[in-house]
């Protein structure tokens, strides 16, 4: 059994605990949310103050030119693309995780529907997050199309020759569930089926190959395991053997080949410039760099392999916690224990009262999240959370449950964010 002294001697083994530095993190709180909002990076608020008071202020127009502002959605990709196993010239930071699914979604329709008429179905998972089922709902209704929404396990069978997408996230937001992205993808190819991979709970947080695994499209999200701060820009990839074949939907003159030719007809630009759409936000993308900056700050430690090590040792252990120290609770482990089954969260579900146990925690300073109906959720973000948050964690996650407060009316009330 593993006791309080045994957490800190691990923090104090720790080699990636010195990342805990490059972040602002309350002192009486136990962060467990970086899979919704990654926390701030220390670097964070005078790097948006300087976008704001000289590069804005003083740099005016300029800026576009002697700032860089012009060329960040390609910088920040080839961050990106260093953990995703992408090249540089790949990925562009830009718009929403929502927005940038309708474009590749809509790309891999195209290539499917000049390459493979017949296939008419988009396949997908009950369970994956509900913004990407409506984007492919809405494209189902333009084109004539049908969605076909499948439990994890029957994905392989629904395979079948009238499909032309399948379109997954790779870690699944409720259950913490990993798919096997190589193996997924052969399949889908063997079938001849595009993939369309969903990163937003991976890129960041689990080591990813998407050039490896052969994928077709993929995109994700700035502001989870990439702290990147609210709303921050998402990002987009595509094989290189796609990118040049299609114009994306949302053609607008950023993605355009020469966008200051002001020309009246559409050229677009070669690669991946061609999924930007308009004038990017830049202070966003500001505070998105500090994010990526403390991400990449592990690669001298390992990279993420290193940080993979350091999740799957704080998840395994909070698994552990959890059984040991709150039984007979009636919470179940929804998270699959299997290493190559998950991600970088643990989920529990509790047939009553999950959502007021984690307001109840929230009190206390541990943040997790509530998803409906009945999960809590916690997110490990090895750059930050160390062994000792997670014994503490458990440790009110116990209290929460043995006193009964989590009962208290206050913790009851919903509010609008879970
Ligand atoms: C968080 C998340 C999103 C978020 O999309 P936004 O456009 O940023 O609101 C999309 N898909 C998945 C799978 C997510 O987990």
Excluded at 181 to 209: I, Y
Excluded at 388 to 398: M, R, S, T, Y
């Amino acid at each position: 059994m593993t006791t309080l002294p045994d957490c800190r001697a691990l923090d104090a083994q720790d080699p990636l605990r010195p990342l805990r530095d490059l972040f602002t993190i309350p002192s009486d709180v136990i962060y467990l949310d970086g899979n919704s909002l990654g926390v701030m990076p220390c670097a964070a608020s005078a790097r948006v103050a300087a976008a704001v008071t000289q590069e804005w202020g003083n740099g005016l127009i300029r800026s576009w030119n002697t700032a860089g502002w012009f060329g960040l959605p390609q910088k920040l990709g080839d961050k990106i693309a260093r953990l995703i196993g992408a090249a540089p010239g790949e990925v562009v930071a830009t718009d929403s995780t929502s927005i940038n699914l309708y474009k590749v979604l809509s790309a891999a329709l195209n290539i499917a529907a000049q390459d493979a008429p017949q296939r008419k179905v988009i396949v997908s998972e009950r369970s994956n997050f509900p913004t990407d089922l409506y984007i492919a709902e809405a494209l189902c209704k333009e084109r004539g199309l049908r969605l076909q929404l499948v439990e994890p396990e029957d994905i392989a069978a629904a395979l079948t020759p009238d499909v032309a997408v399948l379109m997954l996230t790779h870690v699944n937001y409720r259950t913490g569930a990993m798919h096997d992205m190589a193996a997924v993808t052969a399949a889908a190819h063997a079938a001849g089926a595009l993939t369309v991979w969903d990163l937003a709970h991976s890129a960041g947080a689990v080591p990813v190959d998407l050039n490896g695994a052969d994928a077709d499209f993929s995109i994700g999200c700035g502001y989870k395991y990439l702290n990147g701060g609210p709303g921050a820009p998402a990002f987009v990839w595509i094989n290189p053997r796609h990118a040049g074949r299609f114009w994306q939907p949302l053609a607008g003159w950023w993605g355009h080949a020469a966008p200051f030719e002001f020309t009246p007809d559409y050229r677009p630009a070669p690669g991946i410039t061609r999924y930007l759409c308009g004038t990017q936000p830049i202070l966003s993308m500001t505070a998105l760099d500090c994010g990526l900056d403390t991400v990449l700050a592990a690669q001298p430690l390992g990279g993420m392999a290193a940080l993979r090590a350091k999740s799957l040792a704080l998840t395994d252990l909070f698994m552990a916690l959890v059984e040991e120290r709150c039984a007979g609770h009636g919470l179940r482990l929804v998270t699959p224990r299997a290493h190559a089954q998950r991600g970088s969260q643990v989920c529990l579900s509790r047939g009553e009262g999950a959502y007021a146990m984690v307001q109840a925690l929230i009190a206390r300073g541990v943040i997790g999240d509530y998803r409906a109906p009945d999960i809590l959720r916690f997110g490990f973000t090895p750059l930050y959370i160390g062994f000792e948050d997670v014994w503490n964690a458990v440790e009110h996650l116990k209290q929460v449950l043995d006193s009964g407060e989590w009962q208290r009316p206050e913790f009851n009330q919903k509010h609008a964010v879970t």
